[in-house]
């Protein structure tokens, strides 16, 4: 496994093209390893091709991907870099191997994470109805998402709980009755993004059925690790849906400890 991280260039107009479109920019990842072909789907319950991306600042977008290969991302840079400004030994984008880190997970232990993902849920107006795949609208809902026990025991983690001294809101039931966690856990919901596109288009470029609508959010928090070997499938084969078009990769890093004050 590898992990890498692309700096795209926003100024250049293939940069914002990738950026406009998710199904554009997940063709330009799985085109950084030769032998996939588009038509591959990945094995169920096997590492695949992860891919996020961050945005620390206005102008400072970060894209991560987690694969089973080394990827080449020349095409990248030549279109969404800095080309001219690539050597040798610094080719526009850092790749390290990924399978050290995972090794080294242990449980109990604390990390802060990241993790962009489609949260939904499946309803139906009446027990005649199919259900129907629809995305969770509210952050508190979700924050319910993930906090899920049953998901955070699949996915080898459990989201790690404020101290009573940092929480600013309690917990309890909502109006309707519904449980409320508060500001219980270390957890933050944002960046929420309605993505649109055209799945499939006729040979003539025609819409062909109804263009596919995603909801992404960004989690960040703290975990301890309960499980190391289903948090290690779970940072390999990524969380939730809509994984092809940036959603699913948890990433990890450690806690920095509060700086001391000096008197």
Same mark, same amino acid.
């Given at each position: $496994?590898?992990?890498?991280?692309?700096?795209?260039?926003?100024?250049?107009?293939?940069?914002?093209?990738?950026?406009?479109?998710?199904?554009?920019?997940?063709?330009?990842? $799985?085109?950084?390893?030769?032998?996939?072909?588009?038509?591959?789907?990945?094995?169920?319950?096997?590492?695949?091709?992860?891919?996020?991306?961050?945005?620390?600042?206005?102008?400072?977008?970060?894209?991560?991907?987690?694969?089973?290969?080394?990827?080449? $991302?020349?095409?990248?840079?030549?279109?969404?870099?800095?080309?001219?400004?690539?050597?040798?030994?610094?080719?526009?984008?850092?790749?390290?191997?990924?399978?050290?880190?995972?090794?080294?997970?242990?449980?109990?232990?604390?990390?802060?994470?990241?993790?962009?993902?489609?949260?939904?849920?499946?309803?139906?107006?009446?027990?005649?109805?199919?259900?129907?795949?629809?995305?969770?609208?509210?952050?508190?809902?979700?924050?319910?998402?993930?906090?899920?026990?049953?998901?955070?025991?699949?996915?080898?983690?459990?989201?790690?709980?404020?101290?009573?001294?940092?929480?600013?809101?309690?917990?309890?039931?909502?109006?309707?009755?519904?449980?409320?966690?508060?500001?219980?856990?270390?957890?933050?919901?944002?960046?929420?993004?309605?993505?649109?596109?055209?799945?499939?288009?006729?040979?003539?470029?025609?819409?062909?059925?109804?263009?596919?609508?995603?909801?992404?959010?960004?989690?960040?928090?703290?975990?301890?690790?309960?499980?190391?070997?289903?948090?290690?499938?779970?940072?390999?084969?990524?969380?939730?849906?809509?994984?092809?078009?940036?959603?699913?990769?948890?990433?990890?890093?450690?806690?920095?400890?509060?700086?001391?004050?000096?008197?």
């Amino acid at each position: $496994m590898f992990l890498s991280r692309f700096r795209i260039n926003t100024a250049r107009p293939g940069a914002r093209r990738l950026l406009s479109s998710p199904q554009a920019l997940h063709a330009a990842v $799985m085109s950084s390893f030769p032998h996939l072909l588009p038509s591959d789907t990945p094995a169920p319950d096997a590492p695949r091709v992860l891919w996020r991306l961050d945005q620390p600042a206005r102008a400072e977008v970060l894209l991560y991907v987690t694969s089973p290969d080394q990827p080449d $991302m020349t095409h990248l840079v030549e279109q969404a870099g800095w080309p001219a400004a690539a050597t040798p030994d610094s080719p526009g984008w850092h790749t390290r191997p990924y399978k050290p880190f995972l090794d080294r997970l242990t449980a109990g232990d604390h990390w802060n994470f990241r993790l962009t993902a489609n949260p939904v849920h499946s309803i139906r107006r009446n027990d005649s109805e199919p259900t129907k795949i629809t995305a969770h609208l509210t952050p508190t809902h979700q924050k319910g998402w993930l906090l899920d026990a049953r998901r955070q025991e699949r996915c080898g983690f459990r989201i790690l709980e404020k101290p009573p001294t940092a929480r600013l809101l309690p917990d309890g039931t909502t109006h309707h009755g519904t449980p409320h966690h508060g500001d219980r856990y270390a957890l933050t919901v944002g960046d929420a993004r309605p993505l649109s596109f055209d799945k499939t288009r006729t040979a003539d470029g025609k819409r062909r059925g109804k263009p596919v609508t995603v909801l992404t959010v960004t989690f960040d928090g703290q975990l301890e690790i309960t499980d190391p070997e289903a948090l290690r499938r779970t940072l390999t084969q990524g969380i939730g849906r809509a994984r092809a078009y940036g959603c699913g990769l948890l990433t990890l890093a450690p806690i920095t400890p509060p700086a001391r004050t000096v008197v």
